[in-house]
């Protein structure tokens, strides 16, 4: 959670950024935002000069032109100098909101699809959950990330949207197990599209109308658009478990039970 200076920071490079553009330029700006965070994660001593309060802004410009100017095309390297020209609580915020400024214009590059990238990015973290082997594949430090992304490509590439490939990688390359890094990119995307989620496990399958009805009941509730994950779990017997942010609403046969053993046992 950014607190303070990072907080307004943030505040601005959003509305700078806006959400204008051809889908295949503001998907190159997504990239190459994630790429300026990469480089600053990488260089603690490029990230604390770059949010360095003592110095003159024009002097961080100048290094931000003198690091990425032939990297980046102009957008990019616009945010970029206004970022290094804004105020941050913590060094490492910087490189944080310019990591999640490139996820949204990635998602954004999608256009109407970009629901689909938060269903792609939870199918694959499902996927990782449920196949110990890749997992293992995934984790194996003695492979490289470069190894690892290949891997992924492998299986991916051409049944997921360009847009979810990269972030998929972005993943790879996060200092988070995968599964764990997707969860939290998902949550960023479906930010975008001004969303929220909830992951739904039930007994059984439901319908459509039973989703629709339940979107529409969690949306009210919270007044705000909510995205629903189904999962099928046969251990909760009846009934649906509904975990949206740090809210977690059980009304599962299973979890009736362990409630009155607990009521029991009290």
Not at 105 to 123: I, K, M, N
Request: hydrophobic share 45%.
């Amino acid at each position: 959670m950014l607190r303070g200076a990072s907080a307004e920071a943030r505040k601005d490079l959003i509305q700078r950024m806006g959400d204008s553009g051809a889908l295949d330029e503001t998907a190159v700006l997504g990239a190459q935002l994630l790429a300026v965070a990469a480089v600053l994660r990488a260089q603690p001593a490029l990230r604390r000069i770059c949010t360095d309060a003592s110095l003159e802004a024009e002097a961080k410009v100048g290094l931000a032109n003198d690091v990425f100017s032939s990297k980046l095309d102009d957008r990019a390297l616009d945010v970029a100098r206004t970022a290094v020209q804004e105020r941050w609580t913590s060094p490492a915020d910087l490189a944080d909101v310019l990591e999640e400024l490139g996820i949204q214009a990635l998602v954004r590059s999608a256009g109407a699809a970009a629901p689909q990238v938060t269903d792609e990015l939870f199918s694959i973290a499902q996927m990782v959950v449920a196949n110990p082997e890749l997992r293992e594949a995934l984790s194996d430090r003695s492979r490289s990330d470069d190894d690892k992304c290949a891997l992924l490509d492998a299986m991916l590439d051409g049944k997921v949207l360009p847009a979810t490939l990269e972030l998929v990688h972005l993943a790879e390359h996060s200092q988070l197990p995968i599964g764990r890094a997707l969860e939290v990119i998902e949550q960023v995307a479906a930010g975008t599209q001004e969303e929220l989620l909830a992951v739904v496990h039930t007994a059984k399958p439901l319908g459509k109308a039973e989703v629709d009805r339940l979107s529409g009941a969690l949306s009210k509730t919270y007044a705000a658009t909510v995205h629903l994950h189904v999962i099928e779990d046969s251990s909760l017997i009846g009934g649906l478990r509904v975990e949206i942010g740090d809210d977690v609403i059980d009304g599962s046969v299973a979890g009736r039970m362990a409630d009155a053993r607990r009521r029991l046992a009290g």
